[in-house]
């Protein structure tokens, strides 16, 4: 089924240890984006990509880095792992559909635990 | 900084009642706003999209208005089935330049049908 596919689904990691979240869609979307969503929270944009080539820091960028590939994988980085970073993570795509509001489709999460 | 607020944070109620679920934002220059809805360990779905220049959306049971001047939206849900026990969350698409496409979301709701 098309959509947003996102791995790995859990990971637990140490404080300082290193990890990617790789984020791909197969819905020929031009932006993709990164969310976490703590408990009680809501979502908050971490960084996103208007296009291939381009990214640009979201409300909460700090202790992570992200690449956009190509046109379909948008991956973030944890270079040293915090507690702070347990979350769950989303990423999401969009298109412009039809007078020019943005459609959005999610994966389904990857829940990370930072011990 | 755009903030979404929706209330009340949990809901529980029998099957068959009719919901009114609130969302407000504190900045009315809005592209749009989307409802979604949030199953446990899933990811978002989207449930409905109004855009700044409309005033209701309506989906089979799933009614959502938006009055953009006061920065409110209310999702009414009609004739609740435990089916519709999820987290509903609200989230607008600001309209300011190079944020657009970005959402920002409120902190959701609980809801709760039991039979």
């Known amino acids: 089924n098309a959509g947003v596919t996102q791995t790995p689904k859990f990971q637990v990691l140490k404080t300082g240890q290193s990890m990617t979240l790789q984020c791909a869609q197969d819905m020929n979307h031009n932006s993709m984006y990164w969310y976490r969503q703590d408990p009680g929270m809501g979502l908050r944009l971490i960084y996103y990509?208007?296009?291939?080539?381009?990214?640009d820091k979201g409300e909460v960028p700090n202790g992570y880095n992200v690449s956009r590939l190509n046109k379909r994988e948008f991956s973030l980085r944890l270079e040293s792992a915090a507690p702070s970073q347990t979350s769950v993570y989303f990423c999401?795509?969009?298109?412009?559909?039809?007078?020019?509001?943005?459609?959005?489709?999610f994966g389904s999460g990857t829940r990370l635990t930072v011990v | 900084k755009q903030e979404v607020t929706q209330i009340p944070a949990a809901l529980s109620v029998p099957e068959g009642e009719n919901l009114v679920l609130n969302c407000s934002f504190t900045?009315?220059?809005?592209?749009?706003l989307q409802w979604f809805r949030q199953d446990p360990g899933k990811g978002l779905t989207s449930l409905l999209l109004i855009q700044s220049s409309q005033r209701e959306q309506t989906s089979g049971r799933l009614n959502a208005s938006l009055d953009k001047s006061s920065g409110r939206s209310t999702l009414y849900i009609a004739a609740s089935q435990p089916g519709d026990s999820a987290t509903y969350l609200c989230a607008v698409d600001s309209d300011r330049g190079s944020t657009l496409g970005r959402l920002y979301f409120g902190r959701g709701t609980q809801l709760t049908v039991w039979p």
């Open positions: 999401a795509s969009s298109e412009v559909l039809t007078g020019g509001y943005y459609g959005y489709t």
């Open positions: 900045d009315s220059a809005i592209y749009n």
């Open positions: 990509s208007a296009s291939e080539g381009t990214t």
